[in-house]
């Protein structure tokens, strides 16, 4: 052990100091937040959308739906049967350092046929991309890696339409461990537009795909650490014209999440309210899949997580309620949904599989005269040294 | 693995290429303890058997004899739980690796690479050398063949394609003794191998035949009929000389000629034999030899009143060199003379000279008894009587030749049955009988001697004994006696109290390699045979020298 | 008759005595107490033959959350059951090699190296290392292992691919082996033989 945790101790001891601070600092904002919440739900619906117009393109809100932003819902019945699909990716980058370049993307799905008492179906598609056209796109150089968890992305959204195809016969969710917003379109991008606009195409073909099949889709974010409604609540406290960029920033609910906001309002089941997510996405919004988003207490110790709907499923009582309910019933047992826990597994590349994987190409690579130029002692050091996980997510329950 | 069992099945008769177990302890002395390989089971083992033990660091092997079988463990707990009966399973484990069969072996002869012949042991097979069940060839290379001086008198147990072979020459330099109790065949074996010591023309017997066993034709107990000497040598090697020619004539025997005892010939000596028979104390015997020196040669017949004598008699008594009281005792026992047919006054003939001369000539003499053998008094006196004046021939002859002075006599061998009443402790020290037996082949003469109850024979001529065919014994003091005198006897004693009751012996001393126990062979036509085919040969051979005497080649 | 190898874990630990493997496998697939393995070594000159003893199955938080549930669904027990791969880790003792000579029933020269694979043993294979009985005293040497469990598993196992006809042989043979090995001590024995018994 190279930490000197002694020397390390005053340092912590100021650390634990701080933390005890702001957690009280906390409690005493939250309250403010919760009558905030009432407050803002009182204000006239013209008012708030001048505000919000008034804030800007690049406002990261929430915009109140047709519900009032502080009703809070029970959870609705469930049908008898009805099927839950979860699908999660997982990849290995390009590694300058390894064997050959190539990057790796591994899909993990599972259906479950609720009240069918049956064993569900799950699969793992791994995909291994080494073509020069896959490792240097638009000749811009070597693939990055928000390229490839893009290319993730949409290859989960096309897994689950794929599932979904199969289960026209009842209700059915669809259901990703992520924002159902295409993380790579959020960036700020000096990437390959061409690159991006196929992934977002094909991320947008799946949602269509599955809109199509009637059944319902939603983004599942756990332990979610946003806070655009508080950001809603203190622009709703700011005289319109007091609103400009320097006032949005700074503002008194900026440590707080949401997340710390509905756990005080939701009791166990209960959703919020929806919200639409700002600022939203013209491709989105034009393919029929704004985004809407409500906070839900998924039943175990204030557990908040935030799931995300396109408009159709937000609009469509059907489809939301199975939504609501469906991923209630999901954390019933794991805490998370248990889709989207065994999506995961079944997706996720270990340290030893990746091993396997280089072991393999090794052999192949010498039967075919090519000797790697990299050691086997040296491939052990780097294995030990990337300790972390190579998928972006790690969060088993 | 599977074959493992089938390899039981063979194991038996057939010797087999894995060894029977490998040699763990023992001495020469004890002999060797033997643990049994797994793949073989005590039962199908045998004491008596052979086995072959190739030495571990050399190339000798050694011959030995199952002695003993038993049953070990490596641990003693096994005893206290042992597997149950249904649990075939662990039985078949257990036994054979923890439990396991053992087998005592006594080791007799070794051979090295290089040697022909086998020698008696002088050491013993290293630890873990491996034992052999002995194939034919084996043992066939011990017992050696069939010759000229080599009788083929049985097979090893379990291996009829093997014969052991008596050497002759060494079974007639010493006394040689057939034993086991009554019903298991001594008479039998006994004629076997006269009738080998006959054909080989290596010595002459003399047969004091009490049952009329040897002589003429026998029957067995189921009326089957086998041929006698005389019948086997009809060519004159064999003369029948009866005691009772009245049943020797009934039962249609061959006989060359009648004995008759002259009482004048009768000597103290050849009575006092008697003593224990006609109930004559030592004061008696003392008597008779008195008696004898005062009333010279008719001695008897003064005693038994034919001479008139009897004013000589009374002034013995009278001067008080005898007592009334003994004198009347010993002519009331001296009866017993009368009854005997064969003894007649007078000088009687000179049959002892006549015997002698054909024994000297290489015919043997069947003494036929008749009824008188049923009367063990009669028989002892002839036979003392006989073989005394016989011996005295011999040792007389021996003495010439060794002068320079005449032929070396004849080997002689005398057949004697019921021996123990002539070999007692009691009297041995002072029979004829005790003396051939201890002066060994010095004159020539030795005995074959035939008995049911070796125990009663004293243990200084046992010892003599130089050869031993031995039938079923029980009695355990019969047994110990057979064995004095043979070094690593213990271990035999187990082999000799389980032979069958019939036809089986163990043969062991002087004229084998090595103790072995036979089924002894078939006394048939095919015996006949070999005997007849002999007698042609011999007859054409002596035909050819009479010729070539003739032609002064 | 070659049936395909079955990879049952990777090497995560090993030394010339025992190596330990881990893998996530379904349940079907779970490699049973007493069989055989083998995994490459010295650079794939020879194959560690390994002897299972031991199989944990991980901590599986999972799994642990579905037991302990009020309700869970039979829709995740079944899918527990049976498409859920088992974390498992199995721990080898090395009882022999293979080399181009065929098999060595001694420590092998060098233990197989960290994330090698470790195969199951085809029931030809434990056939053919199983003609000798010599691993058997390797298995009693080990220490802190239920050696005679693991020996009666693993020779009733390998009495099994044998034709039916030769099992009971096989059976007898064997537990004369062990027989010799535990000959001072009948209570164990008696105890091993029980186990073995057809």
Known sequence: MSLDIPQLIPQLQGMAQSAAEQAAELERLLPKAEQALDSCAMIEAQELMDKILRAGSRWRGARPTDESINTIFPPPELPDSFTVIGADGSQIFTDRHALALYFLINIGSIVVAHGSGEAPLVASHPELFYEQQDLYPEMMGLISSALVSGKRDAAEMAELARLSESARSQPTLALLDNGLLLWITTQELDQPTAQVEIIKSDYLRGMQAIRDTGAALGGYIDRPRTSNVLRLLHLAELPLEAINDETLRVHPYQHLTDRMLFARRLPPGHRSSRFELLPSNQDFSRAGHSIQFFYLHTGTQDQIARVEVPGWVAENSKLLDLTHAGILEECRVTGMPYVLARAHELAVVSQSDRQALERALNTLLLERGIRSEISQKELAKRWVRSGQRPSRRSSLP | ?553 | MSEKAVLIARVTRCSTRSFVGASRLPEADVPTFGSFCKARAQRGQSEVIGLIYDIRIEDDEMARQIAIAADPSQEQLADNRVSRLIPIEISCLAVGYSSQDGYAYALPPQPPMTLDDVFALSRDEVMAFTQSMDFVPLVFSAPGLPADELLAACLRYSAEVRPQSEQRAFLVEAGRVCARQLAGDVARLDRLVRNLAP
Request: proline share 4%; net charge negative.
């Open chain 2, 1 to 553: 693995m599977s074959e493992r069992s089938e390899l039981d099945e063979h194991l038996g008769p057939k010797p087999s290429d894995l060894p029977l177990g490998v040699v763990v302890g023992g001495s020469l002395s004890t002999g060797l303890t033997v643990k049994i390989h797994p793949a073989f089971t005590v039962e199908k083992l045998a004491v008596g058997r052979y086995v072959v033990i190739r030495g571990r660091q050399t190339d000798r092997t050694f011959f030995g004899i199952i002695t003993d079988i038993g049953l070990d463990a490596t641990d003693a707990d096994l005893a206290r739980r042992p597997p149950m009966p249904d649990e075939d399973f662990s039985a078949e484990v257990l036994s054979g690796e923890i439990a396991y069969g053992t087998m005592h072996v006594s080791p007799m002869l070794m051979l090295d690479e290089d040697q022909d012949q086998p020698r008696p042991v002088k050491t013993i097979p290293g630890h873990f050398s491996a034992v052999f069940e002995a194939s034919a060839k084996d043992v066939d290379r011990v017992f050696g063949t069939e010759d000229k001086t080599h009788f083929y008198v049985g097979t090893p147990l379990d291996m009829e394609s093997v014969q052991v072979n008596l050497d002759l020459a060494r079974f007639i330099e010493r006394s040689a003794g057939v034993f086991g109790k009554s019903g298991t065949g001594k008479s039998f074996i006994t004629r076997t191998v006269l009738a080998g010591i006959i054909r080989s023309g290596l010595a002459s017997t003399l047969i004091f035949d009490m049952h009329n066993d040897y002589g003429w034709s026998v029957l067995d107990e189921s009326g089957r009929e086998y041929k006698g000497l005389r019948q086997l040598f009809p060519g004159g090697h064999v003369s029948v000389i009866t005691l009772d020619e009245e049943t020797s004539r009934a039962r249609g025997s061959k006989v060359d000629g009648v004995l008759r005892v002259g009482y004048e010939q009768i000597q103290p000596e050849d009575v006092e034999m008697l003593g224990s028979f006609m109930g004559l104390s030592g004061v008696m015997i003392d008597a008779l030899y008195y008696l004898s020196y005062k009333l010279g040669s008719k001695w008897i017949s003064i005693l038994l009143g034919d001479e008139n004598e009897e004013t000589t008699l009374q002034d013995l008594v009278d001067e008080g060199r005898i007592l009334g009281a003994t004198l009347s005792a010993i002519r009331r026992r001296f009866e017993f003379f009368r009854r005997m047919g064969f003894l007649v006054p007078g000088k009687g003939d000179d049959a002892v000279d006549e015997i002698f001369h054909r024994l000297n000539m290489g015919t043997s003499v069947v003494l036929e008894f008749g009824t008188y053998g049923n009367t063990m008094a009669a028989y002892v006196l002839v036979a003392n009587y006989l073989t005394r004046r016989i011996h005295e021939r011999y040792v007389r002859q021996k003495n010439l030749a060794a002068g320079g002075q005449g032929d070396e006599p004849r080997p002689l061998v005398i057949v004697i049955e019921e021996a123990h009443k002539f070999l007692d402790p009691q009297i041995a020290g002072h029979t004829i009988f005790g003396t051939i037996a201890r002066e060994l082949r010095k004159y020539s003469v030795t005995l074959l001697i035939v008995d049911q109850r070796p125990s009663g024979i004293d243990d200084e001529v046992m010892s003599q004994i130089g050869t031993r065919m031995t039938c079923l014994l029980d009695n355990e003091a019969d047994i110990r006696a057979v064995f004095s005198g043979v070094s690593g006897a213990g271990a035999l004693r187990e082999v000799l109290a389980r032979l069958d009751t019939q036809q089986q012996a163990l043969i062991m001393g002087h004229a084998v390699p090595m103790p072995v126990v036979v089924r002894t062979r078939d006394y048939d036509t095919s015996l006949y045979a070999s005997i007849g085919l002999a007698e042609g040969e011999e007859l054409k051979k002596r035909a050819k020298k009479g010729s070539k005497t003739l032609y002064g080649d």
